[in-house]
């Protein structure tokens, strides 16, 4: 699931090229990125200073605001806030599949992590959007959406958390998390990604 921008080991997952507007180590572009959610629209979840929310261009308000409460209910059930300061952005599913196929990159990856940028995008309809598009993802993961959402935020976690390019980690990570275990970056043998 996770896409890395400039990776320095050659154990590269895939190149993150798809987004060649975003460089490592730098802010997001404002040209991505269009519509932050209001306040008022949380529902009552609020993040850790340090955590960002933002919607990538195209997003209306009103939409921005509904998928957030989404993304932020699921992120906080993993306590993403431990990431620390960290940029969490939607993008909506039109663009999204488009920006992997132009790429060459497999348009079943519904989330990625550019840990340079400390932030991590997630297609829109893991938590909304098209039900063509969910129903795509549901035969590639066999899950449905909430499940997907939840394993796509898991996996995410487990790069974030360690700092760690390795799919094993993240695997190994993700599976703490599901279990309601805190994550333990010790590198350890773990079972096969489903990423490779």
């Known amino acids: 699931m996770v896409l890395w921008m400039c990776l320095q080991s050659s154990s590269r997952a895939q190149s993150a090229a798809a987004l ?3 460089r ?6 404002s040209s991505l990125i269009a519509t932050r959610p209001s306040a008022s629209g949380l529902g009552g979840y609020r993040s850790a200073p340090l955590q960002k929310f933002i919607c990538n261009k195209g997003y209306t308000q009103k939409d921005c605001n509904d998928e957030m409460v989404v993304l932020r209910k699921a992120l906080a059930n993993y306590h993403a806030s431990d990431v620390g300061e960290w940029t969490w952005v939607l993008v909506r599913s039109e663009d999204w599949k488009l920006i992997l196929l132009g790429r060459g990159l497999d348009p079943g990856v519904p989330a990625l992590t550019l840990p340079g940028a400390r932030t991590t995008f997630f297609e829109e309809a893991l938590v909304a959007g098209p039900i063509g598009r969910v129903s795509e993802l549901m035969e590639v993961w066999h899950l449905g959406r909430p499940s997907l959402l939840g394993l796509a935020i898991r996996h995410e ?9 390795n799919e094993r980690t993240a695997e190994r990570v993700a599976k ?6 805190r994550a333990s970056c010790t590198t350890t043998a773990g079972p096969k990604s489903m990423h490779q």
């Open 20 to 22: 060649p507007s975003l």
């Open 157 to 165: 976690l487990g790069h974030a958390l360690c700092n760690d390019v």
């Open 24 to 29: 490592p180590n730098t802010e997001i572009p």
């Open 176 to 181: 703490l998390l599901e279990e309601g275990k």
